[in-house]
């Protein structure tokens, strides 16, 4: 089966956000403040390669353009720490592996999800 690639933010957000929503629980833990969603920022991190921009890019990004928070579901733009966190804390877990092409102002781009079913 051929991969899809779309050139629309809108189009990959949908989309990540319905992936990771089936695969990611809602929450990192219990007593997480519970504002945004693994899935959200799973798919705010997959803009954010998307873009090839950074932390502060992708939130100025999403300040900017109101369908990408309303297809996220977003309350309000998280501050880029959340986001660096939570990357952080994806990767440690093994939910997402880095890829091999890195953003022009990022270190590493980490896009791809890795299913803990999958070995």
């Not at 990959?12 to 990611?24: F, K, N, P, Y």
């Not at 798919?43 to 353009?65: H, P, Q, V």
Request: charged share 20%; with cysteine.
């Amino acid at each position: 089966m051929a991969s899809s690639m779309t050139k629309s933010p809108v189009a990959l957000a949908t989309a990540e956000l319905w992936t990771a929503d089936r695969v990611l629980p809602a929450y990192s833990c219990r007593n997480s403040r519970h504002t945004y969603t693994q899935p959200q920022i799973f798919a705010i991190l997959t803009l954010r390669s998307f873009f090839r921009t950074d932390y502060r890019g992708i939130c100025d990004i999403l300040r900017d353009f109101s369908d990408l928070r309303e297809v996220l579901h977003l309350p309000r733009v998280p501050h880029f720490t959340t986001l660096q966190k939570a990357e952080a804390r994806l990767l440690k877990k093994g939910l997402l592996t880095p890829s091999n092409e890195p953003c022009s102002t990022a270190p590493e781009s980490f896009i791809y999800f890795h299913h803990p079913s999958a070995g």
